[in-house]
């Protein structure tokens, strides 16, 4: 491991050359061929670890760099080698796993690292093979092109110049016609990348659709599905537990949505999409500060949360782990990577002034924590838990964090917290709108550009029927609005994964309402979990309840009712 005392800016980021990592992984790999034995087999087995650690710490270095500021040249064309060279690499690990699946000492090996380890092996080996490597290289170049258009994007408003994140704040401002303006900005820049964000659509189908009839599967979706380590569910129990959400939820979500133009002064039947980006008259909840003064408030929260969260964000802040604020070149959006050398969580967010900003921060920090209190775990591949365990721990995180939100929105408290609760529960018709639309495109991967469209607007009308779009709103009003989530285009079906782990931070954050200690001490146990288990193991394990089960999604719904009925809504 590296030396922590190190800042993230003072991390080597490398250029990278595949010859001499191929060289030491096909040495590892002969190494395990001749080992007959346990303990020598460990020995090799550790080395192996030890060198994917610093190479996958580098590629992740050169991610963050690239994400941070998109227009960097230097950087960008380090990121086009780890586009071309992570499917050769992906090939070489393959061959390390087909030797591991027959060493002479798997039992022993088993019981050391648990049968679910040679699981996971044996489902990425399902998902790989170097047949598949040029369609692979072509994605990775496609998805970076989508992130380098997003992240270069200038679009000037009131004689200034703001990438996408930065309007965010004139989207939800409580004048209805700077709201409607910006929406129509951001819907104009991408009329104009329309054509090209819609070809490379196309073309990461196409590639993904025959990457996967090469392997053998009817088409994508088996495969995305092993992609992702699904181990334990598969799209057929997604479809019902879709079912569940339009059933239990959509209803709810019209209800609040009703609720809230009645709030602002609007007919129902006369809002727009821009003006559901409103929650209150008198306006959103805004910070009371500054991106220092959040990261202050956030340090005073974490400390008085526990020792572990206090220990951790204090760790964040020494090694400059957080990059909050928007800026241009920047790429938008927000995540948490982990960089396994250092043993480092890293934080990437796009700071606008609104209240998503500590939505946001919360979020990530609830990877983050994650990470932290997983970062000793062996082997390596049992620190960091399947996506949809992850956004567990993220979107819990944010409820956690309620008794905290007058540090950061003074009097306006309650009024976060209804809204945050609000929002929570109208964003699940939207997920399982992605992710219904992303079923049908790979089981229909001819389909065109205008007929993916018509299908998300027809989709979107079933589960989120209040959205009416404005005439000039012209790439959304035709059904293009599914072009600006990049999960789409970078990691296909992964969107279900927020839904998934939403229901189940509901019941954490029923859980805190009855006895805050105690679901903290269950929350820590998740966390400190990892990935040793897959997905619905893993809830059996903390005693959360199953959202593929029937009627879970409305026994964990019926309760949200009541605390949202606890909110004086005229306060607001």
């Known amino acids: 491991m590296k030396n922590l005392d190190i800042k993230f800016e003072d991390i080597p980021v490398k250029k990278l050359s595949y010859k001499p990592i191929e060289k030491k992984i096909l040495s590892l790999i002969e190494q395990l061929k001749a080992a007959s034995d346990y303990k020598t087999g460990l020995k090799v ?28 040249e230097k950087i960008a064309k380090y990121q086009d080698i780890v586009d071309e060279m992570s499917p050769l690499i992906g090939n070489l690990i393959n061959m390390w796993n087909k030797v591991l699946l ?45 992130d380098k258009i997003l992240g270069s994007a200038q679009i000037e408003y009131k004689g200034k110049i703001y990438n996408i994140p930065q309007m965010g704040k004139f989207a939800k401002s409580k004048d209805r016609n700077e709201r409607r303006d910006a929406a129509i900005k951001v819907d104009e820049f991408f009329q104009a990348h329309e054509q090209e964000i819609g070809d490379i659509y196309g073309k990461l189908v196409l590639l993904r659709d025959q990457a996967a009839k090469k392997l053998g599967f009817k088409d994508f ?38 609720a809230q133009a009645k709030r602002i002064g609007i007919p129902f039947k006369k809002m727009y999409s821009y003006d559901y980006n409103l929650m209150f008259l008198s306006g959103n909840p805004e910070p009371i500060g500054d991106a220092k003064y959040l990261v202050d408030s956030a340090t005073k929260m974490y400390h008085e949360m526990s020792k572990e969260s206090g220990e951790f964000f204090d760790f964040m802040k020494e090694h400059h782990l957080l990059d909050l604020e928007a800026r241009p070149g920047k790429q938008p959006g927000g995540y948490m990577t982990f960089l396994d050398d250092y043993k480092f969580p890293f934080i990437f967010s796009n ?90 495109v790979y089981t229909h991967p001819r389909a065109t550009h ?19 779009y404005p005439d000039e709103m012209k790439v959304a009003k035709h059904g293009g609005w599914w072009m600006r989530q990049s999960h789409i285009f970078g990691v296909p079906f992964y969107y279900i994964d927020y839904t998934l782990a939403q229901v189940c931070a509901f019941q954490f954050l029923v859980e805190m309402d009855k006895n805050q200690p105690k679901a903290w001490k269950k929350y820590l146990k998740l966390c400190k979990c990892g990935g040793r288990y897959p997905y619905c193991q893993t809830l059996a394990k903390n005693h959360l309840r199953n959202p593929f089960e029937e009627g879970n999604v409305a026994k964990v719904i019926r309760p949200l009712k009541k605390i949202l009925n606890r909110f004086d809504e005229s306060k607001f």
């Not at 998300?456 to 989120?464: A, F, G, H």
């Open 450 to 468: 205008e007929e993916r469209c018509a299908a998300y607007q027809e989709i979107e009308r079933r589960y989120t029927p209040h959205k009416v």
């Open 45 to 72: 087995i550790n080395a192996f670890e030890r060198y994917m650690s610093k190479f996958s710490t580098n590629v992740t270095v050169i991610s963050i760099r690239y994400s941070l500021n998109t227009t960097d």
């Open 102 to 146: 027959k060493v002479p000492f798997r039992a022993e090996l088993e019981k050391k690292f648990t049968p679910y380890y040679f699981t996971m092996i044996e489902n990425s080996l399902k998902s790989f093979d170097e047949k598949i490597i040029p369609e692979l290289i072509e994605i990775n170049k496609l998805s970076s092109t989508y």
């Open 351 to 440: 700071f606008n002034g609104t209240e998503g900003d500590v939505s946001t921060l919360t979020h990530e920090v609830g990877h983050a924590f994650q990470g932290y209190l997983s970062r000793n775990i062996k082997p390596a591949d049992f620190r960091h838990a399947t996506l949809e365990t992850s956004e567990i721990h993220s979107m819990s995180m944010e409820f956690f964090a309620w008794p905290w939100m007058k540090l950061f929105f003074g009097k306006e408290a309650d009024k976060y917290c209804y809204g945050h609760l609000v929002d929570s529960i109208q964003f699940l018709p939207y997920g399982i709108t992605i992710d219904e639309f992303q079923h049908w």
């Open 221 to 258: 979706v088996e495969l995305g599905y092993l992609s992702l380590g699904r181990v334990d569910y598969n799209a057929e129990m997604v479809t019902k537990y879709r079912k569940q959400i339009a059933e239990e939820v959509v209803p709810v979500a019209q209800k609040l949505c009703k």
